[in-house]
């Protein structure tokens, strides 16, 4: 009952991904003929950071903890996994049994990276 | 308060020698040495009140033995009493005592006053050119130069009808 | 009743035809930058004052496109300096206009910025030419708004005529140089 679908159908895609990347590569041709070559005057104060017209005392960054970063990274994988969880949820009974020891091999592929990550202290807030 | 009572306090714990008192538009000015003027202001900012320092500026006489002084503006906010305390400097011996351990507002003052006319405070933390460019090697204020500088190269004189 | 006259600003050289225009790529792109140019308003003194009633309704700087004024100099095309430039003010002018992406412009508006003005003294810089290329120079103590309207109107022309490859000349890199602005390529 499913509609077969011939090569042909796909060519709206390949066009459309043809189009894209095309305009892209245009644009940057186009600059680059209109713009000149590299024979734009660059001076050192000029690429430096805009201080309002002083001198630039040491680098804007500061140094902030990584775990900022790493609880958030872990929450996007998981999260990534949870959304795998909504399609198992609404087929569960047509998956029968070989599609739930499917999602367990799944989840306990995330189980062994959490245990990794449990037992390497990323989850310890106050290190 | 009034001045005659500031100055009498004020003299009951200084020596009136080599010390100048007058009044001037209703302003009590006393003129002191370089050496106790730090405790004066001392004096005057803990027991008599005086607790702002307007300013502090410099001056040149160039005709006076002593060329160079400092002068301290400072205000009894209370009883709203102004005082003027005077001292002065010869250009060769410019140094005066630093009051900014007393009043953290005369570091940018002294800076000021050192800048224009070349005064040296002993004892401030940060004492170099606030408001004129580093490489200035004199001091503007003086009146040390002629009106019209003729080796200067600011201004192209047939501009100016010279 | 006489009727108004309206000076109408030319349009480049080029041949037109019912519904075309065609003219050099100088000119259109000249023509372009010319009526929208962002002007950086590093305004110190009085004549600040004066380009703010420029700027505003009666005489409406915003009419000849510039009506985005941009502080910071990466987004700018016309550095207006207006007012007096200290000499301790003088390498920030320098600086700001150095990271002025090109095509850049200078307008010295008022007495102060083109020569120092009457304030002959040690502390006051004597042009700002002393230090950037100027390129319009607006005198008044401080001009008219209708003066500094003719000012940005001549820095118009001398955008509808400049050539694209200008600001890549070994002309513009000396120039630059005459000034102490040392390029690293």
């Known amino acids: 009952m499913e509609k077969q679908f011939v090569p042909e159908d796909f060519v709206p895609v390949v066009l459309q991904l043809g189009v894209a990347l095309g305009f892209v590569v245009l644009v940057m041709v186009l600059t680059h003929i209109i713009g000149g070559k590299r024979r734009r005057i660059r001076s050192i104060r000029k690429e430096d950071n805009f201080e309002c017209g002083i001198e630039i005392k040491g680098n804007a960054r500061f140094p902030f903890s990584v775990k900022y970063f790493l609880i958030a990274i872990l929450f996007v994988l998981f999260d990534v996994e949870v959304i795998f969880f909504y399609p198992w949820a609404v087929g569960f009974r047509d998956f029968g049994w070989s599609g739930f020891w499917e999602m367990i091999l799944f989840i306990g592929f995330f189980l062994s990276g959490f245990y990794y990550i449990y037992k390497k202290g990323a989850l310890d807030w106050n290190k | ?162 | 009743m006489n009727e108004p006259i309206y000076k109408k600003v030319a349009p480049p050289e080029g041949y037109s035809a019912p519904g075309v225009y065609a003219t050099t790529l100088d000119k259109l792109v000249g023509l372009a930058r010319a009526n929208s140019i962002w002007p950086l308003p590093f305004a110190t003194s009085c004549c600040g004052i004066e380009f703010m009633a420029t700027m505003a309704a009666h005489y409406d700087l915003g009419r000849f496109g510039a009506e985005r004024l941009s502080f910071s100099p990466r987004q700018a095309d016309l550095l207006m300096v207006m007012g007096t430039i200290a000499k301790k003010m003088a390498p920030i002018v320098q600086q700001v206009y150095e990271q002025m992406a090109e095509p850049r412009w200078v307008l010295a508006v008022g007495a102060c910025a083109s020569s120092g003005g009457i304030f002959d003294t040690y502390s006051v810089l004597q042009g700002i030419d002393r230090v950037v290329p100027v390129d319009v120079y607006v005198p008044g103590c401080p001009p008219r708004p209708e003066q500094i309207i003719d000012g940005v109107m001549k820095i118009q022309d001398l955008i509808k005529s400049e050539t694209l490859r200008r600001r890549y000349s070994p002309e513009y890199r000396s120039l630059l140089e005459k000034y102490g602005i040392q390029p690293i390529n």
């Open chain 2, 1 to 162: 308060m009034s001045n005659e009572e500031v100055l009498k306090q004020f003299l009951e714990k200084f020596d009136a020698s080599d010390l100048h008192a007058s009044e001037s538009f209703d302003m009590l000015t006393i003129t002191l040495n370089t050496g106790r003027i730090h405790d004066a202001i001392k004096f005057l900012r803990n027991d008599l009140g005086f607790g702002f320092l307007t300013d502090i500026c410099g001056i040149h006489y160039p005709d006076a033995e002593k060329q160079l002084g400092v002068i301290y503006h400072l205000h009894n906010l209370q009883e709203n009493i102004r005082i003027r305390l005077k001292t002065f400097v010869t250009i060769a011996n410019p140094n005066v005592p630093t009051v900014t351990d007393l009043f953290a507002g005369a570091n940018w003052m002294e800076r000021e006053t050192f800048d224009f006319y070349g005064i040296i405070f002993d004892g401030h933390p940060n004492l170099k050119r606030i408001l004129n460019v580093d490489y200035l090697d004199y001091y503007p204020l003086r009146k040390e130069y002629p009106l019209e500088d003729p080796t200067r190269e600011d201004k192209e004189d047939h501009f100016f009808g010279r």
